[in-house]
C-alpha cells in the first residue's frame, strides 16, 4: 500500500450544521430542533476546531468545503463567512475550489443567498424532495411545491453552480407521476441533480410507522427499480448523465465534494456527529465526532476537542471501503488500487460471474457496473471482496 493512496482522492472538509427547524420523518441524519441558538458558541468552537484540524494538516491544498447539516442555511452568512476565512488562513484551495452549502426551501430569502454568496460559497444544494404538495406534508416537509420551485430559481439566479434532491418511490406515488415530475424539473435546466429512492431508517419515525404497519403505498421492489432506470433514462436524455448511483450532472458539474469520498480521499469532519478520513504518516484514521450539539459544544469548550477516539483503518479495510465507493461511480475501480490496497486479488469467480451476467464491465485496469449491476451493487461488492 501506498503512503499517499488519499491523493488520489483529494482532501476536503466537511462541516456540520446540526439544526433544523423541525425534524422529518424518514431522516436519519444528525439533526435536532432547538428553540434557540447562540451563533456566537458555534462561531468560536467552529474556529477552534479548525486551528485543531490544521496543526495535522495544515498546507493541504483544499478540493472542497461543504457546508452539511441538519439546516445550514439557517446560519448566519457571518458565521458562514468567518468560517471559509479561517480556513482559508489554514489551508490552499485549488483554483476551482468547490463551496457548497445545503439549504431548504423554508429557509429561503434573497438576502440570505446574496450573503451567502458574498461570503463565498459558490454552489448550493437545495432540498426540494418533492414538487407534489400532498407528498411534502406526507414527508414533513415545511414547505410547498411553488416554494421550492421558487428557492430553486432562486439560487440559479445567486449562485454559479446548484443542485437539488429530490425523493421517488414515496408513498402511492406512481412511476407515471415520478416521470411527469421529474420532467417538470428537468425543464427548468439544472446541472446538476440527487434523486434518491425513499428509505426507511430504523430510529425515525417513518421507520416505526412501517413496524407498525402504518406507512401503506410503499412501491414494491419491481416498481422502485422501474423508477430509478427511468430516472436515468429522463436525465440522460436532457444531458444529465448518471456519474453515481444516485446522482446525475452536466459534463463539468459533478460533485466535487462527493468524489472525494468515492475517490477515497481524505476528508476532516467539523461539528457533532460528523466523520472524516484522515491519513497521517502512513496511517489512515476513521474521525468521529460526539453526536449532541451541547455535548459537542462542551468538549471543544473544556477539552480542546469535538473528536471521539480515532479508529485505525487497516488496509484490507480500507480496500472493502474503496471497492464499495468506487463502484457506485460511473467511472468504476480502478484494479491495481484496490490490490494495493488490498494486497490480493478481486475474488476471480465473482469477477467471471458478474462479467458473464452484464452486471459488471471491464476496461483495461478500470472495472464498473452496469446499469443492471447498479441495482445489485451490494451483492456485488460482497461477492468481490469475499
Same mark, same amino acid.
Given at each position: 500500500?501506498?503512503?499517499?493512496?488519499?491523493?488520489?482522492?483529494?482532501?476536503?472538509?466537511?462541516?456540520?450544521?446540526?439544526?433544523?427547524?423541525?425534524?422529518?420523518?424518514?431522516?436519519?441524519?444528525?439533526?435536532?430542533?432547538?428553540?434557540?441558538?447562540?451563533?456566537?458558541?458555534?462561531?468560536? %468552537?467552529?474556529?477552534?476546531?479548525?486551528?485543531?484540524?490544521?496543526?495535522?494538516?495544515?498546507?493541504?491544498?483544499?478540493?472542497?468545503?461543504?457546508?452539511?447539516?441538519?439546516?445550514?442555511?439557517?446560519?448566519?452568512?457571518?458565521?458562514?463567512?468567518?468560517?471559509?476565512?479561517?480556513?482559508?488562513?489554514?489551508?490552499?484551495?485549488?483554483?476551482?475550489?468547490?463551496?457548497?452549502?445545503?439549504?431548504?426551501?423554508?429557509?429561503?430569502?434573497?438576502?440570505?443567498?446574496?450573503?451567502?454568496?458574498?461570503?463565498?460559497?459558490?454552489?448550493?444544494?437545495?432540498?426540494?424532495?418533492?414538487?407534489?404538495?400532498?407528498?411534502?406534508?406526507?414527508?414533513?416537509?415545511?414547505?410547498?411545491?411553488?416554494?421550492?420551485?421558487?428557492?430553486?430559481?432562486?439560487?440559479?439566479?445567486?449562485?454559479?453552480?446548484?443542485?437539488?434532491?429530490?425523493?421517488?418511490?414515496?408513498?402511492?406515488?406512481?412511476?407515471?407521476?415520478?416521470?411527469?415530475?421529474?420532467?417538470?424539473?428537468?425543464?427548468?435546466?439544472?446541472?446538476?441533480?440527487?434523486?434518491?429512492?425513499?428509505?426507511?431508517?430504523?430510529?425515525?419515525?417513518?421507520?416505526?410507522?412501517?413496524?407498525?404497519?402504518?406507512?401503506?403505498?410503499?412501491?414494491?421492489?419491481?416498481?422502485? %427499480?422501474?423508477?430509478?432506470?427511468?430516472?436515468?433514462?429522463?436525465?440522460?436524455?436532457?444531458?444529465?448523465?448518471?456519474?453515481?448511483?444516485?446522482?446525475?450532472?452536466?459534463?463539468?458539474?459533478?460533485?466535487?465534494?462527493?468524489?472525494?469520498?468515492?475517490?477515497?480521499?481524505?476528508?476532516?469532519?467539523?461539528?457533532?456527529?460528523?466523520?472524516?478520513?484522515?491519513?497521517?504518516?502512513?496511517?489512515?484514521?476513521? &474521525?468521529? &465526532?460526539?453526536?449532541?450539539?451541547?455535548?459537542?459544544?462542551?468538549?471543544?469548550?473544556?477539552?480542546?476537542?469535538?473528536?471521539?477516539?480515532?479508529?485505525?483503518?487497516?488496509?484490507?479495510?480500507?480496500?472493502?471501503?474503496?471497492?464499495?465507493?468506487?463502484?457506485?461511480? %460511473?467511472?468504476?475501480?480502478?484494479?491495481?488500487?484496490?490490490?494495493?490496497?488490498?494486497?490480493?486479488?478481486?475474488?476471480?469467480?465473482?469477477?467471471?460471474?458478474?462479467?458473464?451476467?452484464?452486471?459488471?464491465?471491464?476496461?483495461?485496469?478500470?472495472?464498473?457496473?452496469?446499469?443492471?449491476?447498479?441495482?445489485?451493487?451490494?451483492?456485488?461488492?460482497?461477492?468481490?471482496?469475499?
Amino acid at each position: 500500500m501506498k503512503h499517499d493512496d488519499w491523493q488520489d482522492g483529494g482532501f476536503a472538509l466537511y462541516l456540520h450544521w446540526p439544526f433544523c427547524k423541525a425534524k422529518c420523518p424518514y431522516c436519519d441524519f444528525n439533526s435536532h430542533v432547538r428553540d434557540g441558538i447562540d451563533q456566537t458558541d458555534w462561531h468560536t %468552537a467552529y474556529l477552534a476546531e479548525l486551528d485543531r484540524a490544521a496543526t495535522e494538516t495544515g498546507g493541504r491544498i483544499l478540493r472542497s468545503v461543504f457546508f452539511g447539516g441538519g439546516t445550514p442555511s439557517l446560519m448566519d452568512p457571518g458565521l458562514v463567512g468567518a468560517v471559509l476565512d479561517r480556513i482559508a488562513r489554514h489551508w490552499r484551495f485549488e483554483n476551482d475550489v468547490e463551496i457548497t452549502l445545503e439549504a431548504n426551501p423554508t429557509s429561503v430569502e434573497a438576502d440570505r443567498f446574496r450573503g451567502y454568496r458574498a461570503a463565498g460559497v459558490n454552489r448550493l444544494s437545495i432540498g426540494l424532495q418533492a414538487l407534489s404538495d400532498d407528498d411534502l406534508r406526507r414527508l414533513g416537509r415545511q414547505h410547498l411545491a411553488h416554494e421550492a420551485l421558487a428557492a430553486f430559481d432562486l439560487a440559479r439566479a445567486t449562485f454559479p453552480r446548484v443542485s437539488a434532491d429530490l425523493i421517488y418511490a414515496r408513498q402511492d406515488q406512481t412511476l407515471a407521476a415520478w416521470q411527469a415530475e421529474l420532467r417538470g424539473l428537468l425543464a427548468r435546466g439544472p446541472d446538476h441533480l440527487s434523486l434518491y429512492q425513499l428509505t426507511i431508517e430504523d430510529g425515525t419515525a417513518f421507520g416505526a410507522l412501517h413496524k407498525a404497519g402504518k406507512l401503506p403505498g410503499l412501491p414494491d421492489e419491481d416498481l422502485a %427499480a422501474d423508477m430509478y432506470l427511468a430516472t436515468g433514462q429522463l436525465c440522460g436524455d436532457a444531458g444529465l448523465s448518471a456519474y453515481e448511483v444516485s446522482n446525475y450532472a452536466a459534463e463539468g458539474a459533478e460533485s466535487r465534494h462527493n468524489l472525494v469520498y468515492w475517490r477515497m480521499g481524505d476528508y476532516l469532519g467539523i461539528g457533532p456527529g460528523a466523520h472524516g478520513r484522515l491519513t497521517l504518516d502512513g496511517t489512515r484514521f476513521a &474521525t468521529s &465526532t460526539l453526536r449532541t450539539p451541547e455535548a459537542w459544544l462542551r468538549a471543544v469548550r473544556e477539552t480542546g476537542t469535538g473528536e471521539q477516539p480515532r479508529e485505525v483503518l487497516q488496509p484490507v479495510d480500507q480496500a472493502d471501503e474503496y471497492l464499495m465507493m468506487s463502484l457506485r461511480l %460511473a467511472e468504476g475501480t480502478e484494479i491495481g488500487r484496490y490490490q494495493a490496497l488490498s494486497g490480493s486479488d478481486l475474488n476471480p469467480g465473482a469477477l467471471e460471474a458478474g462479467l458473464a451476467a452484464g452486471l459488471l464491465r471491464r476496461d483495461g485496469d478500470r472495472l464498473c457496473t452496469t446499469d443492471a449491476g447498479r441495482l445489485l451493487l451490494n451483492r456485488l461488492v460482497l461477492d468481490l471482496s469475499a
